[in-house]
Nanobody
Framework: QVQLVESGGGLVQPGGSLRLSCAIS????????MNWYRQVPGKQRELVAA???????NYADSVKGRFTISRDNAKNTMSLQMNSLKPEDTAVYYC??????????WGQGTQVTVSS
C-alpha cells in the first residue's frame, strides 16, 4: 500500500521560511509526477508546485520566486522550500503523487500558518 506522509508544517511569521517534506512508502517515486497542493476552508484545492518524473518544475504564479520544489528519488522523498512566506500562504498543504489513473495518491496534509 502506497502512503505519503507530510511533515514540516507549523506557525511562522510573515517573511519567514518553512521546509515541507513528503516521505513515500510502498512504491518508488521514480516514475511519478509529484505535486504540492494547498487548500483553505471554503476554497478549492490549488496546485502550488509540480515536479515531473524527469525533474521539470512548475509553480503557481503566486509562489514563483519564493517556493522551490525538489525530489530525491534515491530517498523516495519530495520537499517544498518556502521562503518569504505571506499570510495568504496559510493553508493545509498536501503531497500528491501521480503516475496514472490507478496510481494516484495523496498525503494527509500538514498545516502551514503564517501570522505575526
Amino acid at each position: 500500500q502506497v502512503q505519503l506522509v507530510e511533515s514540516g508544517g507549523g506557525l511562522v511569521q510573515p517573511g519567514g521560511s518553512l521546509r515541507l517534506s513528503c516521505a513515500i512508502s510502498g512504491s518508488i517515486i521514480r516514475g511519478y509526477a509529484m505535486n504540492w497542493y494547498r487548500q483553505v476552508p471554503g476554497k478549492q484545492r490549488e496546485l502550488v508546485a509540480a515536479i515531473s518524473s524527469g525533474g521539470s518544475t512548475n509553480y503557481a504564479d503566486s509562489v514563483k520566486g519564493r517556493f522551490t520544489i525538489s525530489r530525491d528519488n534515491a530517498k523516495n522523498t519530495m520537499s517544498l522550500q518556502m521562503n518569504s512566506l505571506k499570510p495568504e500562504d496559510t493553508a493545509v498543504y498536501y503531497c500528491h503523487a501521480w503516475r496514472d489513473l490507478k496510481n494516484d495518491y495523496w498525503g494527509q496534509g500538514t498545516q502551514v500558518t503564517v501570522s505575526s
